[in-house]
């Protein structure tokens, strides 16, 4: 294969690899199980590496900005205004700096355990086997929580220990396979609220640690000068710009989904994946 053929598939992996990105991301099934377990089948690409899942994550969370941005402007606007400014807030701006504080208080378990444990989370586990097995454990955990969980809190109702505990689910998605929006889901329904409030918040609380991850994850890219990573940055780019439109419209979806239906769909699958990918290195077809 010619270096321009092996640049054109490198460029289409990358092309698949943010569709892939765009459309696990906000669904309970994990966006980083996908993009290390689709590695595994195409040309060369094995595992791209935790540093290409954070950069494209970066796309996704772009779609979370646009799509939310009235929400987002509204809780920013009201908490830099009690924060900075000192000002008295009554009524929804009091309840939007509040909402500000607790996505703070929920990213603190994430930036602590991220940070300690970077050279862990980015070199021991990526394990097809580990990644197998959280699938399908966090899936069964996702179940009893949409199941048994009782429907009746809303946002509003947030607390500051709800809003530790959610970060504390959160902070479990730097194993691959977990799910951020899985583990904080799971969570908010333990906890009593409803699908479309636990479902909100995992958005709006994945902000600030999808974008530190990701922007400290280009950072290095652009400073280092080490050539073994799979894609380049600007096949990086690429993916991450697909992620953004894909997962722009997968938000869009889901929040209408969820109105209506239950996470069943997304633990039968991820329990499926999870048993098929256990299957498959058993059998020798992949490598873990």
Do not use: C
Not at 114 to 125: K, T
């Amino acid at each position: 294969m010619t270096s321009r053929d092996r640049g054109a598939s490198q460029l289409f992996e990358a092309i698949i690899l943010g569709i892939v990105q765009g459309l696990t991301e906000f669904l309970p099934i994990s966006s980083s199980a996908h993009i290390r377990f689709v590695g595994e089948f195409l040309d060369g690409a094995n595992d791209p590496g935790a540093r290409f899942t954070a950069i494209t994550q970066i796309g996704t969370e772009l779609a979370v900005l646009l799509y939310f941005r009235k929400d987002i402007a509204a809780i920013l606007r009201s908490w830099f205004g009690q924060t900075i400014q000192r000002k008295e807030l009554v009524g929804e701006a009091k309840s939007q700096a509040r909402m500000g504080w607790l996505i703070v208080i929920g990213t603190i378990p994430i930036v602590v355990l991220g940070y300690l444990g970077s050279d862990v989370i980015e070199n021991n586990l990526r394990s097809l086997w580990l990644i197998a097995t959280t699938l399908i454990v966090f899936g069964v955990i996702l179940g009893l929580a949409d199941t048994y969980g009782k429907k009746v809190r809303t946002l509003d109702q947030l607390s500051t220990r709800h809003g530790i505990l959610y970060g504390a689910a959160q902070a479990l998605a730097l194993m691959p396979g977990v799910s951020r929006s899985g583990a904080t889901i799971a969570m908010g329904r333990f906890l009593g609220y409803t699908r479309e409030a636990a479902l909100r918040y995992s958005f709006l609380l994945a902000l600030p640690a999808v974008f530190g991850s990701g922007f400290y994850q280009l950072q290095g890219a652009l400073s280092s000068s080490d050539n073994s990573n799979v894609f380049s940055l600007g096949e990086t780019a690429v993916a991450t710009g697909i992620a953004f439109v894909v997962g722009y419209l997968v938000i869009a979806w889901l929040l209408k989904f969820v109105s209506t239906k239950s996470f069943m769909p997304f633990i039968i699958y991820r329990v499926t994946l999870g048993t098929v990918i256990l299957i498959l290195l058993a059998t020798g077809v992949i490598s873990a």
